[in-house]
């Protein structure tokens, strides 16, 4: 899939950017877990968050199509830092669609990170199953009252502002919730500890209680009751960008196979000539372009403002499946080196794992494909 000459531009932008400032810092990052606020201000100074925000709004304004190269480039150098830039146009997207003008005023900041921001949703209750909420809003005057607790989230140790999924009418299901936007700093909010990950390590994670955080009228985005709408609305977009991030997890983990296979030696030859390498590289190759496909595809149909569920749930399953089987096999290629730590391919294997995992398991968008194609056939 062509690609025009503006999203060369910027594609070019972000991959200079990670191959000169994120690549030589990933080894550092991933040891020592540390947010890299550095890289962050820069790539804030080049544009490289709130990729689909107006210009009237203080983005770029650029397609899905051109978030899903910029997501791709970034996770080459490492994937920890391309999810920051994913986090950001998630929450960027909900203010820009379903905030006021007020709350939109804090896009610049969001964009320029200044303003940290988190995505409030998981509870040890509800993972997949986003019903089982059970963090509350309960009306206090013209305000609301916020209790409950989020675990594994995504920026929690550093954030702001959070973006909290709540229960506000606890008889009406998934049209009983609402998105509030929290300050994190505010009384009654408690942050617990980092949480050491298997991957992405320099992406912070961790858990936050909510004890009768008093929150005013304007902290309730968009309508009440519309919270689990708000979410969904995001979802495709959010599952191009964890597709296109598993497949420069993949992409980086090729190269770093070629050029191993290229020099090391074994027999007196490169292995490179030996089949069996041959065949892993080749198969790495075709996936990452069946995934990358895909992933543009999928972001494509966004652009056209098709329904585009299928689409990127395919995409978000294939890649994700892709980069766990595919940096398993760079480990492969460079044998008991690719098992030590210090080798960027054993710390691609460990990054790709959670691609299978969030924004929706690969098993759910197992049943998100299968429920789209009975209900529009295999055509569709």
Not at 31 to 37: G, I, L
Not at 112 to 118: E, G
Request: hydrophobic letters at 40%; aromatic letters at 6%.
């Amino acid at each position: 899939m062509n690609l025009s000459e503006m999203q060369e531009q910027v594609r070019d932008m972000a991959r200079a950017f990670a191959d000169e400032v994120i690549r030589p810092a990933a080894e550092v990052l991933d040891r020592d877990e540390r947010f890299p606020a550095g890289i962050y201000d820069e790539m804030a100074k080049l544009g490289l968050f709130g990729i689909g925000v107006p210009e009237t709004m203080g983005g770029p304004g650029f397609d899905t199509l051109t978030y899903s190269v910029v997501m791709e480039e970034l996770s080459r150098g490492y994937a920890s830092v391309a999810d920051q830039c994913g986090l950001v146009e998630l929450i960027s997207s909900l203010l820009v669609r379903h905030g006021t003008d007020t709350q939109r005023r804090h896009l610049p900041d969001i964009l320029a990170m200044k303003t940290k921001v988190a995505y409030c949703i998981t509870e040890p209750e509800a993972g997949t199953d986003v019903s089982g909420i059970r963090t509350t809003a309960e009306k206090d005057g013209s305000g609301w009252r916020l209790n409950g607790g989020k675990i594994w989230i995504h920026n929690a140790p550093v954030a702001d502002m959070g973006f909290v999924l709540a229960r506000t009418d606890k008889e009406a299901g998934n049209r009983g919730m609402s998105i509030f936007m929290v300050d994190l700093h505010a009384a009654g909010v408690e942050r617990g500890p980092k949480e050491h990950k298997m991957g992405q390590r320099a992406s912070q994670v961790g858990a936050l209680t909510f004890s009768d955080v008093k929150l005013g009228a304007d902290a309730l985005l968009g309508d009440a009751g519309r919270g689990f709408h708000m979410m969904m609305s995001v979802l495709d977009k959010g599952r191009v960008g964890i597709a296109s991030l598993a497949v420069g997890i993949a992409q980086a983990g090729l190269e770093a196979a070629v050029d191993y296979a290229g020099t090391r030696k074994q027999f007196g030859k490169q292995i490179v000539e030996f089949q069996g390498v041959q065949w892993l590289l080749a198969d790495m190759a075709k996936d990452i372009e069946a995934a990358r496909l895909l992933v543009r595809s999928a972001a494509s149909k966004i652009d056209r403002g098709e329904d585009a569920t299928k689409a990127c749930s395919i995409a978000k399953c294939f890649a994700g499946d892709m980069a766990v089987a595919r940096t398993a096999d760079a480990v492969q290629v460079f044998g008991g080196s690719g098992y030590i730590r210090g080798f960027e391919v054993e710390r691609l294997y460990r990054d790709a794992k959670i691609t299978q995992i969030y924004e929706g398991t690969n098993q759910v968008q197992r049943m998100i494909i299968a429920r789209e194609l009975m209900k529009k056939g295999a055509r569709a």
